[in-house]
Structures are given as C-alpha cells and as structure tokens.
C-alpha cells in the first residue's frame, strides 16, 4: 500500500521529518517495482537513514536514477532467490 500526504508506515512514526518524507520516498519506490511491502518499509528506512547521514544539503537528498537502478537490482534479486527457493521446495 503506498503511503500518501503525511502517511507512513508505524515504524516510522519517531523518525525525523526528513527521514520519514524520505524513507516513505524509497518504498513507495520499491513498491511500484513489486516489493513486498516490508521489505520496502524496511530498506526505505535504511536508505533514508545512509542518505540524509551522507549528505547535508537537500539537493543531495534527490535519489538519482543509478540509485534508483540498483534498489530496483536489490528488489529483483531477492524476489528470484524467493522464487527459486519456492521451486526447490517443491520438489
């Protein structure tokens, strides 16, 4: 479910502002993408957490397009390690 106008997750609830507006950035992001929607709550955290502790100023804060490549390249690969792992399972 994509979070909208001041809407998060819980577990973003104490975050600072920047990080929250940031986080909630990401996994409405991954979610687009298919991710599972803990796992985009839990990696646009992270995410929001390492960018605004990296950078300072706002304009740094924008995700740039190899960043958004390589969330998308995570995402990709965890939902192929699930499914192969739903595969072998099968058997």
Same mark, same amino acid.
């Given at each position: 479910?994509?979070?909208? /106008?001041?809407?998060? =997750?819980?577990?973003?609830?104490?975050? =600072?502002?920047?990080?929250?507006? %940031?986080?909630?950035?990401?996994? #409405?992001? @991954?979610l687009?993408?298919?991710?599972?929607?803990?796992?985009?709550?839990?990696?646009?955290? %992270? *995410?929001?957490? @390492?960018? +605004?502790? /990296?950078?300072?100023? !706002?304009?740094?804060?924008?995700?740039s397009? +190899?960043?958004? #490549? !390589?969330? %998308?390249?995570m995402? +990709? !690969? %965890?939902?192929?390690? *699930?499914?192969?792992?739903?595969?072998?399972?099968?058997?």
């Amino acid at each position: 479910m994509p979070w909208y /106008n001041g809407d998060y =997750p819980p577990s973003y609830k104490n975050q =600072p502002i920047a990080v929250r507006e %940031k986080g909630v950035e990401i996994a #409405n992001a @991954l979610l687009t993408e298919g991710a599972e929607e803990g796992v985009a709550i839990a990696t646009g955290l %992270k *995410q929001a957490r @390492l960018l +605004l502790e /990296n950078h300072s100023d !706002q304009h740094a804060l924008e995700p740039s397009d +190899l960043y958004v #490549n !390589q969330l %998308k390249i995570m995402i +990709l !690969q %965890k939902m192929i390690t *699930q499914m192969m792992h739903r595969y072998a399972e099968s058997f």
